[in-house]
């Protein structure tokens, strides 16, 4: 793959309106020079960088503080990761796991992005090792 | 400017720092250099020898070839970084979890370099999830 060409992985919120189909179908409209592929998750798109960016800001237009991208390493459909060639997919758990929060995040972004002051609770602190041991102590006796 | 993230491959962090207004430095940029580099056979053998030498520069002839393997990706962005963010707290399947030694060490390379450095905490409801969109634009800003 020549260098100025990506990949990337656009990853819609769970709490979003927003189906991988429609993300796919207005990057087609735009008749880009780029590779596209449906997801279970969003999309996969794939071409020189310029257009890729290009694609993403539409995408990114139908719901911004819940439509996520990030690069993705392999090309689309490269034998050795897509499913359909029996390829391996070990990147699946963390993908999985961050979508599920992005319903979370995007509680933010939005926050972030019409200036909401958070208020930040100090994090509970560790056990103190003696406090540790007495409890430790209790129990085996 | 160039902002290094741990875990390396997170989405989430991935797409904050380039939402606001920044380059992250991501595993995936790494990774896609080597697979779509025709000389690198298919893995498990896209490590090749001269990395696991180049991983030296990073961690010690004794510390395991896996984890020099995996330093001589992440430890090139860590020089090239000018900024870090990370995620503690996260579940045990979010981030690498190939090897937590490399991660370890990782984050030791971070610090010994000085890098101004912003450690956030996984979120576990909305209102952690306000405060870590909060901190990461906070510090983002901060750079410019």
Redesign the interface.
């Known amino acids: 793959?020549p260098k100025d060409r990506?990949?990337r992985?656009i990853?819609i919120a769970p709490s979003s309106a927003v189906t991988p189909d429609q993300v796919t179908r207005l990057i087609h409209g735009m008749s880009m020079e780029i590779t596209i592929k449906e997801t279970c998750y969003g999309a996969m798109i794939e071409g020189a960088h310029e257009n890729v960016m290009k694609a993403l800001e539409a995408a990114r237009k139908l719901d911004p503080d819940r439509i996520?991208?990030?690069?993705?390493?392999?090309?689309i459909g490269?034998?050795?990761r897509c499913r359909a060639h029996h390829g391996?997919r070990p990147?699946f758990?963390?993908?999985e796991?961050?979508?599920e929060?992005?319903s979370?995040?995007e509680?933010?972004?939005c926050?972030?992005r019409l200036g909401?002051k958070?208020c930040?609770?100090p994090?509970p602190k560790k056990i103190p090792v003696e406090q540790l041991r007495k409890i430790a102590d209790e129990v085996s006796k | 400017m160039k902002v290094f993230i741990v875990p390396p491959n997170s989405l989430i962090l991935f797409d904050l720092v380039e939402r606001f207004g920044h380059e992250p430095l991501s595993l995936m940029g790494a990774i896609g250099d080597r697979v779509t580099n025709p000389e690198i056979e298919s893995p498990p053998i896209n490590v090749t020898l001269d990395d696991v030498k180049k991983g030296l520069k990073y961690a010690g002839i004794e510390v395991p070839s896996g984890i020099r393997g995996r330093l001589a990706l992440w430890g090139p962005l860590v020089d090239q970084a000018e900024a870090a963010i990370i995620m503690e707290e996260a579940p045990f399947e979010f981030g690498c979890v190939g090897c937590h030694r490399t991660d370890e060490m990782v984050q030791y390379l971070i610090k010994k370099r000085r890098l101004p450095l912003l450690v956030v905490y996984y979120p576990t409801n909305e209102e952690e999830a306000k405060v870590l969109v909060a901190r990461i634009k906070e510090f983002l800003e901060g750079l410019k």
């Open positions: 793959m990506e990949t992985m990853v996520f991208s990030k690069v993705r390493g392999f090309p490269d034998a050795r391996s990147g758990t963390q993908l796991k961050e979508w929060c992005l979370l995040i509680k933010g972004v926050a972030a909401q958070v930040q609770r994090r």
